[in-house]
T-cell receptor
Framework: DTAVSQTPKYLVTQMGNDKSIKCEQNLGHDTMYWYKQDSKKFLKIMFSYNNKELIINETVPNRFSPKSPDKAHLNLHINSLELGDSAVYFC??????????????FGAGTRLSVL | QKEVEQDPGPLSVPEGAIVSLNCTYSNSAFQYFMWYRQYSRKGPELLMYTYSSGNKEDGRFTAQVDKSSKYISLFIRDSQPSDSATYLCAMTTDSWGKLQFGAGTQVVVTP
């Protein structure tokens, strides 16, 4: 009964391939996020959806496309993978809508290695 | 200059010691402050959150916020080897959860 679950945990692929990472939360939250954590452990937000609507879209290459089929799911599709995309990608969720409801709960991460 | 600065460590302390962690920030609009703990190969988990200047205590953990100095701290009393992890500070200005994280401080508590 993991609160925020991501699949797969590990992803090893060749440059140029297209891959997807899936995220699901069972907390009943309205807001979901994707973060990228680089090799220096720095966590940076990429996208955020609230009730299936995109509300945060940071400066991310358009090879990255989030999709939210419903408010419990937020998937990340990456086209034409590059070496620099190697990182750990975290999904998170929160109730959203106010500062007090912004406590974010993270998944275990997807470790992406592009060869 | 990053919006949130945090010494990456590592910070090594003997078991039972007090661990002192801090972050400085440049954006005076930050209103909500959080500390996350991240074990190796795991996702960050929330430890503490504070909204205003002052202290907040939860068991062995104390969070402090000094908005006038743009400085936040986390203290861990009676540290245990199980406290060995990376501690990330985070803060936000807006209701939609755009968190700015520090780089994280790696803490090692030796038995």
């Amino acid at each position: 009964d993991t609160a925020v679950s991501q699949t797969p945990k590990y992803l090893v692929t060749q440059m140029g391939n297209d891959k997807s990472i899936k995220c699901e939360q069972n907390l009943g939250h309205d807001t979901m996020y994707w973060y990228k954590q680089d090799s220096k452990k720095f966590l940076k937000i990429m996208f955020s959806y609230n009730n299936k609507e995109l509300i945060i879209n940071e400066t991310v290459p358009n090879r990255f496309s989030p999709k939210s089929p419903d408010k419990a799911h937020l998937n990340l599709h990456i086209n034409s993978l590059e070496l620099g995309d190697s990182a750990v990608y975290f999904c998170a969720s929160s109730q959203g809508g106010s500062l007090a409801k912004n406590i974010q709960y993270f998944g275990a991460g997807t470790r992406l290695s592009v060869l | 200059q990053k919006e949130v600065e945090q010494d990456p460590g590592p910070l090594s302390v003997p078991e039972g010691a007090i661990v002192s962690l801090n972050c400085t920030y440049s954006n005076s609009a930050f209103q909500y402050f959080m500390w996350y703990r991240q074990y190796s190969r795991k996702g960050p988990e929330l430890l503490m959150y504070t909204y205003s200047s002052g202290n907040k205590e939860d068991g062995r953990f104390t969070a402090q916020v000094d908005k006038s100095s743009k400085y936040i701290s986390l203290f861990i009393r009676d540290s245990q080897p199980s406290d060995s992890a990376t501690y990330l500070c985070a803060m936000t200005t807006d209701s939609w959860g755009k968190l700015q994280f520090g780089a994280g401080t790696q803490v090692v508590v030796t038995p």
